[in-house]
């Protein structure tokens, strides 16, 4: 975890481009938001309701589907 923290740190301060540094500390937030939701959604949390239409574990499919493409933005926009 340390060594994912610090390359992170790494990433963000190497950006070149305050684009590419906008994608990448968004997506890295999505993820975090995908993972607190998915956190407070799991079998026994709090907010876990397997009986409900709306559950927390649709939305964190979806926040991590959004980190994961502005994470790939990143990359992208650091190829061209």
């Known amino acids: 975890l340390r060594a ?4 992170t740190v790494v990433l963000v301060v190497a950006a ?6 906008r994608w990448l500390i968004g997506g890295l937030g999505l993820l975090a938001a ?9 079998r026994g949390a709090a907010l876990c309701a397997p ?5 927390l574990h649709g ?6 589907a ?6 790939y933005q990143t990359y992208r926009s650091e190829m061209t």
Do not use: C, D, M
Request: charged share 5%; hydrophobic share 60%.
């Open 4 to 7: 994912l923290v610090v390359a």
């Open 16 to 21: 070149t481009s305050p684009v590419t540094r």
């Open 34 to 42: 995908g993972w607190a939701t998915w956190w407070l959604g799991r």
């Open 51 to 55: 009986s409900a239409v709306f559950q």
């Open 59 to 64: 939305l964190w499919h979806i926040l991590a």
């Open 66 to 71: 959004a980190g994961i493409a502005s994470v």
